[in-house]
């Protein structure tokens, strides 16, 4: 019926192509997890580049309010003061 070289060869290629295919898997395992640890250093490092810079945007913010505040009080005062000399 069949030729008993033949099915050995058969299986012979089966088990290469299986264990090909498993280093394969593992090549990507360890490529994904690769690129998980840099990702999560990267995500590290744009928090720590990040986080003093919302600081300054909201010190920036509050330090806009408040010379929008001394504007407006100093125009109202240079108002009263033109409408008095005038």
């Known amino acids: 019926m069949v030729d008993q070289n033949l ?4 299986i012979a290629l089966t088990a290469v192509a299986v264990v090909i295919q498993t280093g394969i898997l593992v090549g990507f395992y360890f490529l994904s ?3 998980s640890r840099q ?3 990267a995500i590290d490092v744009t928090r720590n580049l990040l986080g003093p810079l919302q ?3 909201e010190n920036l913010g509050a330090v806009t309010a ?3 505040e001394f504007s407006a009080s100093t125009r109202g005062q240079l108002e009263q003061w033109w409408r008095r000399s005038a």
Do not use: C
């Not at 099915?7 to 058969?10: C, D, G, K, Q, R």
């Open 33 to 35: 997890s690769k690129l």
């Open 7 to 10: 099915l050995t060869i058969f």
């Open 66 to 68: 408040r010379i929008a």
């Open 39 to 41: 990702t999560d250093q």
């Open 55 to 57: 600081t300054a945007i």
